[in-house]
């Protein structure tokens, strides 16, 4: 009996050990170990052993089963490993392999002209400010000697937002630039060199107008600032950001909050300022020679009062025309201003 044990054992470990998956292994263990296993039922020829043998064959038996269930969970261990090794490998990444490349984004064109009014400011003095692209009545028009009600701010298709009303009146979207006058002035820091570049909003929509577009405004507060100044810094713009041929002129104008107002113009790119070609046909793009840019002039003692600055003492001059009218006077060519903000990127990817 004990070499059928024997047996019995080197037949099961053999199954077990090449059972390929675990259902084998199972089947294999209830095959030699289960209950109705054949270890069990040869124990049960048990009763016909020698007394004096049973205790030595029961042993055996022990032995036997103990050695077989090990081969078991020898086994599933494998078997186990041998799944997550093939799922490592499957799922195994390599560092060394090159990488897939995220597309990239560039800014916009009219991010790109920001950035670049902004350096040739700060190349003379001027900082950068941040002010309120939703503001109250008062900065957007009252402070700039517009009162409730006058008719010049008309010009200024203003949006006003459905928001409570506050001693400095009705909450507006900004419709210039020029409410960061005033706040800058009561900051209290003089001098004054701001630029102020923001977002503003009108309600106008055609192929020359956006509902929200750019402005940037200059403001310089000093002691002793003249018309002087203002021209020489409008050239030092206008030769560093359309080149150093265009030249620039002083149009007698009208703002409530400058005094006197300018418009600025600037020569003519393509005629080079005579307004016409070399047969003398008229210059298709500016007709007379000049280019109209925006509003300037010297900033209304009304205006510097209400910043809590003393007119006798100081004087200044302010500056403020659009980002986005600035590139297409520079040739940034498209027939229809709105597609700027489209988010076509057959467009975009130009810039
Ligand atoms: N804010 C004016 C506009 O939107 C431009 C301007 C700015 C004029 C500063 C004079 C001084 O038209």
Not at 248 to 275: N, Q
Request: proline share 3%; aromatic share 8%.
């Amino acid at each position: 009996m004990q070499d059928q044990l024997n047996a019995l054992k080197l037949e099961a470990i053999q199954i077990v050990e090449k059972a390929v998956d675990e259902g084998a292994v199972e089947n294999a263990e209830i095959k030699y170990i289960g209950r109705k296993g054949e270890l069990t039922s040869m124990l049960k020829q048990l009763a016909h052993v020698d007394a004096s043998e049973r205790p030595i064959i029961g042993a055996l038996a022990n032995a036997i089963k103990q050695d077989i269930e090990a081969a078991i969970i020898q086994r599933r261990m494998q078997l186990e490993d041998e799944k997550m090794g093939a799922l490592g490998e499957r799922e195994r990444v390599d560092i060394t392999e090159p990488g897939v490349r995220i597309e990239q984004g560039h800014m916009h064109v009219v991010t790109h002209a920001v950035n670049e009014i902004t350096d040739i400011f700060e190349k003379i003095g001027f900082s950068r400010t941040r002010h309120p692209e939703i503001d109250w009545d008062y900065f957007a028009f009252e402070s700039l000697n517009m009162p409730a009600d006058h008719p010049a701010r008309d010009e200024w298709e203003t949006f006003f937002m459905d928001a409570p009303v506050s001693m400095r009146g009705r909450m507006v979207m900004t419709p210039h630039t020029s409410n960061a006058q005033v706040r800058e002035m009561q900051k209290g820091v003089l001098p004054i060199r701001m630029i102020n570049i923001a977002k503003c909003y009108r309600r106008q929509s055609d192929v020359s107008h956006v509902p929200m577009f750019h402005q940037f405004e200059g403001l310089y507060v000093d002691t002793d600032v003249s018309i002087t100044h203002l021209r020489g810094i409008l050239d030092y713009f206008v030769k560093e950001f359309f080149g150093s041929d265009r030249v620039t002129r002083l149009r007698p104008f009208h703002f409530r909050f400058t005094e006197p107002s300018f418009e600025i113009d600037i020569s003519c790119g393509a005629c080079g300022g005579s307004g016409a070609d070399h047969d003398g046909v008229k210059c298709k793009i500016c007709k007379r020679g000049w280019l109209e840019l925006g509003g300037a002039g010297m900033v209304h003692p009304a205006v510097l009062k209400a910043g809590g600055i003393d007119a006798k003492k100081y004087s200044g001059f302010a500056f403020g025309w659009g980002v986005e009218r600035t590139c297409i006077m520079r040739g940034l060519k498209i027939d229809d201003l709105r597609i700027l903000y489209k988010n076509d990127l057959r467009f975009l990817k130009q810039f």
